[in-house]
C-alpha cells in the first residue's frame, strides 16, 4: 500500500528522479521489516505454537520465512498497482497462486505431506517477485539503490498512519479466528476455521476491485481531482460481488464443505450465513480502508478502527455464547466502523466542494 501511494503520485508527477528516491528506501524498509518479523517470530515459534496448541513448531518456523518474503513481494506488487501496470500486477498475483499450487503438489507428493505444502507456499513469493522485479525493470522509469538502515528508518514517522491502518485492517480480517481458538474447544475452532475459509471468499473476490481502486484514487488525490465517484462504483461492484458470492456458498455450501474438508467438519455449514455477512462488512471497510489510504484521509479511520478493534475484543471475550456470536457482534461492529468513515469523507467532501457546489445567493 505504501510503495503503491508513492509510486502513484510520483508517477502522475512524471518525475523518475523523485520516484527512485521514494521507492528505494521504501523496498529497502521491506527488507529491513521482512528480516526482523522473521528473526523475531523464529526465536518466539516455541512460543507461538504453545499458544496455537500446535506440537509441531516447525510448521511455525516456516510460516514465518513466507512472512518475510511476502513482504518484499508486496512491495514490489505496489509499485506496479501504483504504476498502473495493472496487466502485470494482475501477472505477479497468478504466477504466485500458480507456483503456490505447483510446488505445494510438488512437494506433497514427493512425501512431505504438510511441510511440503508449506514450503511451496513460502516458496511461491520468491517466483512472482521476481517477475515483479522484472515487469518493473522494463516499463517503469525507476531504478533501485539499497539505502541504510538510518535513512530507511526516518520513514516509519510519516508512514506511521499506513501502519496502524494496515494492522487494524490485518485484525479484522484475521483476529475472529484467533479469538474463537482461545474462546472455545479445538472441535469448535476446527469447523468455525473450515466455514470461515470458505465463507471469506466473498472478500477476496472483491478485493481484486482495491487494486484498480487505489493507484486512481491516489493520481486523482494529487491532482485535486473528484474521487468520490470511484469510491461509490468500488463500493457498488463490490457489495455486487460479495452478495452474489455469498449467496452461492449458502446454497452451495455443503457440497464444498464436504469436498474440501470432508464429512467432519459438516457442522461448519451452519456458520456460513453469519460469516458471509461478516465478509461483506469487511469488502465495505477495506474499500474504504483503501480509499482513505490513497487519498491520504487516514486519521478518522485509524482512531475508529483502534477503537473498534478494543471494543470488539472486550465485549467477546465477555460475552460469546457461541462462535455464531463473535461473528455477528464482529460483523455489526466493523459495519458501524465502515458506514462512520463514510460519513466522515462525505463530510469532508462537502466542506471542500468536491461534491456539492455551494448554492448561489439570490441578488
Given at each position: 500500500m505504501i510503495a503503491s501511494r508513492a509510486t502513484a503520485q510520483e508517477s502522475i508527477r512524471k518525475n523518475r528522479g523523485k520516484l527512485s528516491a521514494t521507492l528505494s528506501p521504501i523496498i529497502s524498509m521491506s527488507v529491513f521489516f521482512g528480516l526482523a518479523m522473521t528473526v523475531l517470530c523464529l526465536a518466539l515459534s516455541m512460543s507461538i505454537a504453545s499458544w496455537l496448541q500446535l506440537d509441531n513448531t516447525?510448521?511455525?518456523a516456516i510460516a514465518t520465512?513466507?512472512?518475510?518474503?511476502?513482504?518484499?513481494?508486496?512491495?514490489?506488487?505496489?509499485?506496479?498497482?501504483?504504476?498502473?501496470?495493472l496487466n502485470h500486477y494482475g501477472g505477479a498475483q497468478v504466477a504466485s497462486m500458480l507456483s503456490k499450487l505447483a510446488f505445494s503438489l510438488f512437494f506433497v507428493i514427493a512425501g512431505l505431506?504438510?511441510?511440503?505444502?508449506?514450503?511451496?507456499?513460502?516458496?511461491?513469493?520468491?517466483?512472482?517477485?521476481?517477475?515483479?522485479?522484472?515487469?518493473?525493470?522494463?516499463?517503469?522509469?525507476?531504478?533501485?539503490?539499497?539505502?541504510?538502515?538510518?535513512?530507511?528508518l526516518s520513514l516509519l514517522k510519516p508512514l506511521r498512519n499506513l501502519l496502524i491502518l494496515q494492522v487494524v485492517?490485518?485484525?479484522?480480517?484475521?483476529?475472529?479466528?484467533?479469538?474463537?481458538?482461545?474462546?472455545?474447544?479445538?472441535?469448535?475452532?476446527?469447523?468455525?476455521?473450515?466455514?470461515?475459509?470458505?465463507g471469506k471468499i466473498p472478500l477476496f473476490a472483491s478485493s481484486a476491485l482495491v487494486g484498480v481502486l487505489f493507484p486512481f484514487v491516489a493520481a486523482s488525490s494529487t491532482n485535486g481531482g473528484n474521487t468520490l465517484r470511484l469510491l461509490w462504483?468500488?463500493?457498488?461492484?463490490?457489495?455486487?460481488?460479495?452478495?452474489?458470492?455469498?449467496?452461492?456458498?449458502?446454497?452451495?455450501?455443503?457440497?464444498?464443505?464436504?469436498?474440501?474438508?470432508?464429512?467432519?467438519?459438516?457442522?461448519?455449514?451452519?456458520?456460513?450465513?453469519?460469516?458471509?455477512?461478516?465478509?461483506?462488512?469487511?469488502?465495505?471497510?477495506?474499500?474504504?480502508?483503501?480509499?482513505a489510504a490513497a487519498s491520504n484521509?487516514?486519521?478518522?479511520?485509524?482512531?475508529?478502527?483502534?477503537?473498534?478493534?478494543a471494543v470488539s475484543a472486550g465485549f467477546i471475550t465477555i460475552w460469546h455464547p457461541n462462535a455464531t456470536s463473535v461473528i455477528l457482534v464482529l460483523a455489526?461492529?466493523?459495519?458501524?466502523?465502515?458506514?462512520?468513515?463514510?460519513?466522515?469523507?462525505?463530510?469532508?467532501?462537502?466542506?471542500?466542494?468536491?461534491?456539492?457546489?455551494?448554492?448561489?445567493?439570490?441578488?
Open positions: 516447525s510448521v511455525v520465512l513466507f512472512v518475510g518474503f511476502n513482504c518484499v513481494f508486496n512491495s514490489l506488487c505496489g509499485i506496479l498497482q501504483g504504476g498502473d501496470q505431506n504438510l511441510i511440503g505444502a508449506m514450503a511451496g507456499i513460502v516458496i511461491a513469493p520468491v517466483f512472482a517477485g521476481l517477475y515483479c522485479a522484472i515487469c518493473i525493470a522494463r516499463h517503469l522509469p525507476f531504478s533501485f539503490t539499497f539505502t541504510g538502515i538510518s535513512k530507511t485492517l490485518a485484525v479484522f480480517t484475521n483476529g475472529d479466528i484467533l479469538l474463537v481458538k482461545a474462546l472455545f474447544s479445538p472441535e469448535v475452532a476446527g469447523a468455525y476455521s473450515s466455514g470461515m475459509v470458505l462504483k468500488a463500493i457498488g461492484y463490490g457489495s455486487i460481488i460479495a452478495i452474489a458470492c455469498s449467496l452461492a456458498l449458502c446454497i452451495f455450501g455443503k457440497p464444498l464443505i464436504d469436498l474440501f474438508f470432508g464429512e467432519r467438519y459438516t457442522s461448519s455449514i451452519g456458520y456460513l450465513p453469519a460469516v458471509s455477512a461478516l465478509a461483506l462488512s469487511l469488502t465495505l471497510v477495506t474499500i474504504v480502508a483503501n480509499f484521509r487516514m486519521g478518522f479511520f485509524n482512531a475508529s478502527g483502534a477503537i473498534g478493534v455489526c461492529i466493523i459495519a458501524i466502523i465502515a458506514i462512520a468513515n463514510l460519513i466522515h469523507i462525505m463530510l469532508q467532501a462537502r466542506s471542500s466542494d468536491q461534491t456539492w457546489p455551494k448554492r448561489r445567493r439570490p441578488l
